[in-house]
């Protein structure tokens, strides 16, 4: 296996409670993050998923250091940039730009969605003008827009015509990670087939490696090659994207999938349901988050925090795993 | 019968059903019109929408944004808003014509007969006041409860919805609770006197996958328990294949096609239905490839074409699509589509 | 609640800390109280006496530690002018000054809410713009000028009603209108607004699909979620008020703090403007942790907070 684009090592994020003297003891902290490790590869697109509330979107914001982490190690490409400043992270926020979920929130109403795009080429200040509307005019050609669309407002471009415009502000830079958090949640079924479709092509293009970000199951097993589930801040299991897919090792895993819809009225998958609400992220269960709410939950789970084990399909977190065969 | 059914059988005495073989709601030729946001246009939301429905069984609106599917659902309810007016016929309901029914009547009606469940659960009750107040609402009003009789009811609602430790919840606010759980809230005060019409508008839309698998299978059961008649209004086809009996797929207004759900999955005729269908991703199967796309825009109401409004991004189009809007033709089995080439196999 | 409700009292407390040093540092640059009270021959020896009998000698910051001293004694000095203690002097007057303040608050609440909500649930009627229109009017007039208009035409032109003193319940409406008015303007658009942004919530839509009536829905569950933004302004409009009546106390001759305070401003009386602003200061605040309070009554996410 190639290096990895990133690797994620035991990344942290803690926020500790708004207080006052009358508020909870010391040591009251929301674990919105808690010891999160995973790789993106190189050229591949990795799934986060897991339900809300469970860090992913926290991840992701520690990824584009728009907040700091609290312990942990972020490398990209061999470097670590967790608390890169200056000229470093200038490159490294180069290198990893995001495409959201709502793309009208992130372009200004009155703006030109040509200014917009070249923003962040005027920014980078490599270019002179004539380069970057000559630039300008292949982002909207590469993401599926005419190129006289450069002066229009956004307001005159429908939802899934938004999100191509924020994928071609997103990939201006020619960046090596795209972070993809819920970019087709917003949009119409018909509509999200074609930005999918275009984000392929563009990895293949680019050689882009993606991290996506949704609660659309179907959505990750059709874009993935690997895939990570967060259950409370946690991984409570990671790997390949069609293992995991086929025959999921952690009970969470199997509960979340079972979810899924069926594709066709005479498919009932059998239902794994979980037990009680999620716990708060402030006073997490002891030993294994997963506990208060695992059908299969026994003593040792409540007492202790089950290590991640190579069952041979993936990486799970669950003391019930069993270990892959030494060969 | 499982423990839930039997504590929702308790709650809630199945009503009989009057004549079994007639449909309970039968909606025919709807037509809505919508000022444009300028005034200056009246722009055709709902164009003929017609559908049975019977007790116990389920109906699937399936479509994209704007393609009328959620007025289509506010007409029944008599809730369209004021830009809206409805330009032709008819919502028969047990017998009545609920179009010509004044707003004091359908006041009487809402709630009590038809009730309605809303996208998104986190907004969908007032956050000043605790589940039980809302819950007590619809009693107060429509079965003139009060006192222990109101608090019992209050209490079997929410077990009848599976909410663990209702009489605590009863005293909780809507900001205490998750999203799964008020949507279960929103569903004991939908059923809260006993309906018989039950309209979910994205019912699961807003909820987690877990959640979601949850609330339908709850939707499932109360349908079954009471023999509600269920409109469930989705742009997603995963959520007919687990519940719905029928399905009615819209586009620009227009029913394309209606017809039982597995003959909508296994033999969709619509090429717009096709299409729909082959641009979700299968989970099921580990498919790497590409996903089938429909090209172009979504149709603008005010600009549709003379013809089939599908036809500016219809594969199989023919000249005739763009002259004629084709009518919905019967494809046998209760199954009907609108286009010029459905009979072609 | 409890914390809730312990953390705005340490604010408020802070915010008076805050006042009284203010005041007192005000007062202090308004002028030397010592020429007021010397004879006009006065020699610099006989100065230095008065200032030092009146602890003028001192550092400033002693004196302010002197006058917190005595001010949580209930002593705040003697009035120059009057020789009488200051607070008793501004406490005989302090019930016309709220009086006047809060019938003017009432006022501009209950028609300033009503006329809000009827204004939204008409909106674009004539009903909707003719009241917006009035109301326009009455937030750009300043309230003297408002007063004098008052006394114009309700007192000299109809003389239906007296322009001065302080004497009868009919004394009180024209001045409780002069300073009503721009609040009325105030708490009608902040609540017009409100409304209409709730009467769109989702949650009024559910009601209305479980069968509610109209009035329920207004008056029980859209007014109560409009109020947030609006209690949140009464703070403020309640304090605009109280200092607002030291001007129209003038216009119509009403005897309360604000006469008394530009009487005092005018002889340099320290201790009288010292007990005057701190008094009203201590109303508003305390105005200001109950509308905090009410705050939390109405909302459950901040008792709960």
């Known amino acids: 296996m190639t290096a990895p684009l990133l690797d994620v090592v035991r990344l942290k994020k803690h926020y500790p409670l708004p207080g006052g003297m009358f508020r909870r003891g010391p040591g009251s902290v929301v674990h919105a993050v808690e010891d999160v490790s995973f790789q993106v590869p190189s050229g591949g697109t990795l799934g986060l998923i897991g339900e809300s509330g469970c860090g992913k979107s926290t991840t992701a914001k520690l990824l584009l250091r728009l907040e700091d982490v609290s312990d942990g190690a972020i490398r990209f490409d061999g470097t670590e940039v967790q608390r890169a400043t200056g000229p470093q992270l200038r490159a490294y926020r180069r290198n990893v730009q995001a495409v959201f979920q709502d793309p009208y929130s992130s372009l200004s109403p009155r703006r030109r969605i040509g200014d917009a795009i070249a923003e962040p080429l005027i920014a980078a200040g490599e270019l002179t003008k004539e380069q970057i509307s000559e630039r300008v005019a292949e982002l909207l050609r590469v993401v599926g827009l005419r190129e006289d669309a450069a002066n229009l407002y956004p307001h005159e471009f429908s939802g899934g015509q938004r999100q191509r415009i924020a994928i071609a502000r997103g990939i201006a830079l020619r960046p090596r990670l795209v972070i993809l958090d819920e970019p087709v949640s917003a949009l119409d079924v018909s509509i999200r087939a074609q930005i999918l479709n275009l984000l392929q092509d563009l990895q293949e293009r680019y050689g882009l490696s993606y991290l996506l970000i949704s609660h659309d199951l179907d959505i990750v097993s059709h874009m993935c090659t690997d895939v990570v589930v967060m259950y409370l801040g946690r991984v409570v299991e990671a790997g390949s994207m069609k293992a995991v897919r086929r025959s999921p090792q952690h009970p969470y895993t199997k509960a979340l999938f079972s979810s899924v819809l069926p594709a066709h009225p005479d498919r009932r998958p059998e239902r794994i349901k979980l037990l009680g609400p999620l716990p708060s992220p402030i006073n997490p269960p002891s030993g294994c988050v997963f506990r208060t709410r695992c059908p299969h939950a026994q003593a040792i789970c409540a007492e202790q925090v089950p290590a991640s084990v190579d069952t041979g399909v993936s990486r799970a977190a669950c003391h019930f795993a069993t270990p892959a065969a030494v060969s | ?345 | 609640m409890l914390f809730y409700f312990f953390r705005r009292l340490g604010r408020a407390l802070v915010t008076i800390v805050g006042i009284s040093v203010i005041v007192f540092v005000v007062a202090r640059l308004s002028g030397d109280p010592t020429l007021q009270l010397a004879p006009e021959d006065a020699t610099p020896e006989e100065l230095a006496q008065i200032r030092s009998e009146l602890g003028l000698d001192k550092p400033i910051w002693m004196q302010y530690v002197v006058f917190v001293e005595h001010v949580a004694q209930g002593d705040f000095g003697t009035s120059i002018r009057y020789q009488q203690p200051a607070l008793s002097l501004v406490l005989s007057v302090l019930p016309a000054t709220l009086q006047l303040g809060l019938s003017a608050f009432v006022l501009s609440t209950i028609v300033g809410v009503l006329l809000g909500v009827v204004t939204a649930l008409k909106r674009d009627t004539w009903i909707d713009s003719g009241l917006r229109g009035v109301v326009v009017v009455g937030q750009a007039a300043p309230s003297f000028w408002l007063g004098m208009m008052l006394i114009l035409l309700f007192s000299v032109e109809l003389q239906w009603l007296p322009s001065s003193g302080r004497m009868s319940l009919a004394h009180m409406v024209l001045p409780t209108m002069a300073l009503a008015l721009s609040s009325v303007a105030v708490v009608l658009r902040l609540t017009r607004s409100a409304m209409l942004e709730t009467m769109s919530a989702d949650y009024i839509r559910f009601l209305r699909s479980k069968g509610m009536s109209k009035s329920l829905i207004v008056w029980k569950h859209a007014l109560r979620n409009a109020s947030i933004p609006v209690i949140a302004v009464l703070g403020l409009q309640l304090s605009y008020l109280i200092g607002g009546a030291v001007i129209v106390e003038t216009v119509f001759n009403w005897p309360g703090v604000g006469r008394l305070m530009v009487e005092a401003l005018n002889a340099r009386d320290f201790a009288v403007i010292q007990a005057g602003a701190l008094l009203v200061s201590f109303f508003t605040v305390g105005a200001n942790l109950l509308v905090d309070l009410l705050f939390g009554l109405v909302d459950p996410r901040i008792r709960y907070e």
Request: aromatic residues 4%; proline residues 8%; contains cysteine.
């Open chain 2, 1 to 345: 019968m499982s423990k839930a059914d039997a504590m929702a059988a308790k709650v809630l005495p199945l009503m009989p059903e009057p004549t079994p073989s007639e449909p309970l709601v039968e909606v025919r030729d709807l037509r809505i019109q919508l000022r444009s946001r300028d005034g200056a246009r009246l722009l055709n939301v709902v164009n003929g929408v017609s559908f049975p429905l019977h007790r116990g069984r389920t109906l699937g609106i399936v479509g994209e944004s704007g393609c009328g599917k959620s007025t289509t659902a506010l007409a029944l309810m008599g809730l369209l808003p004021g830009s809206a007016r409805v330009a032709g016929g008819q919502v028969q309901f047990a017998g009545e014509n609920l179009l010509a029914k004044s707003e004091k009547e359908m006041r009487e009606l809402r709630g009590a007969k038809i009730s309605m469940i809303f996208q998104d659960p986190m907004v969908a009750l007032d956050p000043l006041f605790t589940i039980g107040d809302q819950l007590a609402e619809p009693l107060e009003r429509h079965l003139k409860l009060s006192g222990a009789a109101l608090r019992e009811r209050q209490v079997s609602l929410l077990q009848a919805v599976s909410i663990p430790s209702p009489e605590t919840r009863l005293g909780q606010y809507p900001h205490q609770m998750s999203g799964g759980m008020l949507q279960r809230v929103v569903g004991a005060i939908a059923i809260a006197c006993n309906p018989a019409l039950l309209i979910a508008d994205e019912p699961t839309t807003a909820l987690d996958p877990t959640a979601q698998a949850q609330f339908l299978d709850l939707l499932a059961r109360l349908r079954d328990t009471y023999q509600l008649a269920l409109i469930v209004v989705t742009h997603d086809f995963g959520v007919t294949a687990r519940l719905c009996d029928d399905v009615l797929v819209m586009y620009a207004g227009s029913v394309v096609e209606r017809g039982p759900v597995r003959e909508i999955f296994d033999h969709p005729r619509h090429p717009y239905t096709q299409a729909l269908l082959a641009a979700i991703p299968q989970a099921q199967e580990d498919r790497q490839g590409r996903l089938r796309t429909i090209e172009g825009q979504p149709p603008d109401l005010a600009r549709l074409p003379q013809g089939c409004a599908f036809a500016p991004r219809c594969p199989n189009v023919r000249p005739k699509c763009h002259e004629l809007p084709p009518p919905l033709r019967e494809m046998g089995d209760g199954h009907v589509a609108s286009c010029w080439r459905a009979g072609e196999v």
